[in-house]
């Protein structure tokens, strides 16, 4: 009979109440199925014997023999310390307990021969180590040892109670003796013969205590694999599922809006890539389910006209459209950018905006639910009840990060059925991120700019070197172009950041003095009515530059901006740097960006400034920031469970997820339901899965 892997762990040999409450609150293990889960973070050579004048000052853990030779009690600030001498034939080093001296002082004993193991420090021109491992070395010759012991996650309240790192082993090998070390298999056979895949219970065997290197990787690679493939496999599912439930609204043909446009009005050849994305949405859109579809494309790329033509469809078949972007300044872009086109069409679009008048908002109320609005464009203010359509067919969304989930969804209820929804962002998330992450959403990227856009030039440039800068800055002004120059955002707390703002302020004042200059400023703290003024003095080319905070980070759009200076840039993470970078550039000119910074860099500062300097490819961009700051950072991923991984690391694994995701696809085409025989045992995984593990903590 096998034993029952969602036994609690209390009942384990050798774990007991107390040591299950602490394995429950510090790692969340209740179960031995949660046990066996908890994999090793690394492995050390436990087969390696250090001697003392081998240490190196690098905090190592080591494993040394040798003799105590005598035994001291120091007293410190509270209570005291155990000291001991510990050496071996070439040098002295100590070892110390802050806890548990009693204990040590009862069962050690001078002159024997000890197998010491853990961390070293370099204090007071010595080596110690707190708190060894410690025992007789007649002892340690009768255990196993392996060049690759585990090495469990742990936390300093754990360690502090006792549990170290060699309980925890001898805990699980006890888990191992009582199943026996067999586990029931949960991949199905031809998934195994095909990728080599070394059976379950071999691998969780191998990853706890590896026989050798080779089995090891395997091992990993297996349960790995495994765990992508089962996130994979929900992801899809749900996706299926949404698909077949939620009814969405058809639009079955393409009409004269789109056609008239595409023939007459189009202002430029689209690139393939909105050519392609277009395709997609109009497949969705066709269809009779619901569009749930994520547009990515990198700053520039022309998301707005794939999201107008989007528009254009549903008016085709008689449906509303509305476009809702952060803020206000962004929407006011839309909407005069798209008036021009709705002109040539003879299409009707209004605005809404916080700052809209209550006259004009009301007959906006009454177009839109009489059907005579065609296009709403809007802020957050799209979403008040008060605010009804007629008939909203999609509805799109801009710079989706701005946005909550919830205030996606809210658009949903303005209908009986839900509209089609498009969501763009312009914060390139990894491919292989953004499947994991928004796995129930379809997604299009467009990955190319149009043609004949000159690559911005990226500068770093130290403090020092302003005057140069500010010499740049007027040649540029003379040739009759405008200048944003970025600070750190500025918080309520950070008064420096302020003062930083507004000494900057100070000094361009001084240097570009009117009348001969216009200077505007945007930071948070100004109330939204003198921002948008200022701002769009700016947009109005009225003043030349524009100091501002990363207020101005998304989206607006001033095609004479040719250059971004960007200070203190080395506080800036690497899509921060990006987005601002991106608003440059769109004019026919030659643009720059200059990042500011003083001479003291991090390493990681340094990567992000090279990295900015040689790539303005937004998906490179995003990889090395995800290597740099882990998924954890990324926009829109805080939430999402993906970072629960147990084995699997989402940036070093991206081709076994890229395999996992291939198999599960390829799986539930062929079996939608998992009905075959060969699938059953994906099935009862799966099962065993949502009953236990609540596997929707994973997805969102
Ligand atoms: P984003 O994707 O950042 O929202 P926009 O939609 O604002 O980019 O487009 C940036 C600029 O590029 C706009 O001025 C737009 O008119 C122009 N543009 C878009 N698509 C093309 C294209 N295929 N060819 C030339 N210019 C284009
Ligand atoms: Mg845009």
Redesign the pocket.
């Known amino acids: 009979m096998s034993v029952n892997l969602q036994t609690p762990i209390d009942y384990l040999k050798g774990v007991g109440p107390n040591r299950a409450d602490l394995l429950r609150s510090e790692l969340g293990i209740q179960t031995y199925q949660d046990l066996i889960n908890l994999f090793p973070n690394r492995y050390i050579d436990r087969t390696r014997y250090y001697k003392i004048n081998q240490l190196q000052r690098n905090n190592a853990e080591v494993q040394i023999i040798g003799k105590l030779t005598g035994f001291k009690e120091v007293a410190q600030k509270r209570g005291k310390r155990l000291v001991a001498n510990f050496i071996d034939d070439t040098g002295m080093m100590e070892l110390v307990w802050f806890r548990g001296q009693k204990w040590i002082r009862e069962s050690l004993k001078t002159g024997q021969t000890y197998v010491i193991f853990g961390k070293t420090n370099w204090f007071n021109g010595k080596f110690s180590m707190p708190h060894p491992e410690i025992e007789l070395q007649s002892e340690h010759e009768r255990h196993l040892r392996s060049a690759m012991q585990a090495i469990y996650p742990s936390t300093e309240k754990l360690s502090n109670k006792g549990i170290t790192n060699k309980v925890l082993t001898n805990i699980i090998q006890q888990l191992f003796l009582e199943t026996k070390g067999r586990f029931v298999e949960t991949l199905p056979d031809d998934v195994m013969t095909e990728l080599k895949l070394i059976p379950k219970s071999e691998a969780l065997f191998n990853v706890h205590f590896p026989k050798t290197p080779e089995l090891l990787a395997r091992a990993q690679f297996r349960l790995k694999f495994e765990e992508l493939f089962y996130i994979q496999l929900q992801l899809i599912i749900k996706n299926l599922i949404n698909k077949s439930k939620i009814k969405g609204l058809t639009f079955d043909s393409v009409g004269d809006y789109f056609n008239t446009f595409y023939k007459d009005h189009l202002?430029?050849?689209?690139?393939n890539a909105?050519k392609r994305v277009l395709k997609e949405i109009r497949h969705d859109l066709g269809s009779k389910a619901q569009m749930n579809r994520l547009l990515q494309?990198?700053?520039?790329?022309?998301?707005?006209?794939v999201a107008f033509m989007s528009m254009l469809m549903g008016l085709d078949n008689g449906f509303q459209c509305c476009l809702m972007a952060p803020t206000a300044i962004l929407s006011v872009q839309h909407y005069q950018g798209l008036l021009e086109l709705c002109k040539l069409l003879n299409i009707s679009i209004s605005l809404l905006t916080g700052s809209t008048k209550a006259s004009e908002r009301k007959i906006i109320h009454q177009n839109l639910e009489s059907g005579e609005l065609q296009i709403l464009i809007g802020t957050h203010a799209l979403l008040e009840d008060k605010v009804k359509f007629k008939n909203l067919g999609l509805a799109i969304v801009d710079e989706q990060h701005r946005f909550g989930v919830e205030q996606r969804s809210k658009l949903w209820y303005k209908n009986e059925l839900p509209p089609n929804v498009l969501v763009m962002t312009?914060t390139p998330i990894p491919r292989t991120l953004a499947m994991s992450v928004y796995g129930d959403l379809d997604i299009s990227v467009?990955d190319e700019l149009?043609?004949g856009r000159k690559p911005i030039k990226t500068v770093h440039r130290y403090d020092n070197n302003r005057l140069k800068v500010f010499k740049f800055m007027k040649d540029e002004i003379a040739l009759g172009r405008q200048i944003y120059i970025v600070y750190p955002l500025i918080q309520e707390s950070e008064k420096m950041d302020y003062k930083d703002l507004m000494d900057g302020y100070e000094s361009v004042s001084r240097e570009f003095p009117m009348p001969d200059y216009q200077i505007s400023i945007v930071h948070g703290k100004m109330k939204p009515a003198d921002k948008d003024y200022e701002m769009q003095r700016f947009v109005n080319g009225e003043t030349q530059i524009m100091v501002a905070t990363t207020v101005i980070e998304v989206?607006v759009?001033v095609?004479n901006a040719s250059v971004m200076i960007i200070e203190s840039a080395e506080r800036f993470g690497l899509s921060q740097l990006h987005q601002l970078r991106?608003r440059v550039g769109?004019g026919a000119e030659q643009s720059y960006c200059i990042l500011m910074t003083s001479h003291k860099l991090s390493q990681d500062s340094k990567t992000r400034l090279e990295t900015m300097v040689r790539s303005s490819d937004g998906f490179e961009i995003a990889e090395v920031d995800l290597k740099l700051r882990g998924p954890g950072d990324i926009m829109g991923t805080q939430q999402s469970g993906i970072l629960n991984l147990k084995i699997a690391d989402i940036v070093k694994d991206k081709d076994i997820l890229q395999e996992a995701r291939l198999h599960a696809k390829n799986i539930l085409k062929a079996d939608p339901s998992l009905a075959s025989p060969a699938h059953r045992v994906i099935l009862n995984t799966y099962r065993q899965m949502s009953k236990y593990r609540n596997i929707w903590n994973y997805i969102s």
Do not use: E, M
């Not at 202002?267 to 690139?271: E, G, M, Q, V, Y």
């Not at 494309?297 to 006209?305: A, H, L």
């Open positions: 202002p430029f050849d689209l690139t909105q494309g990198d700053v520039g790329s022309g998301k707005t006209i312009a467009i149009p043609a989206g759009n095609p991106g769109r």
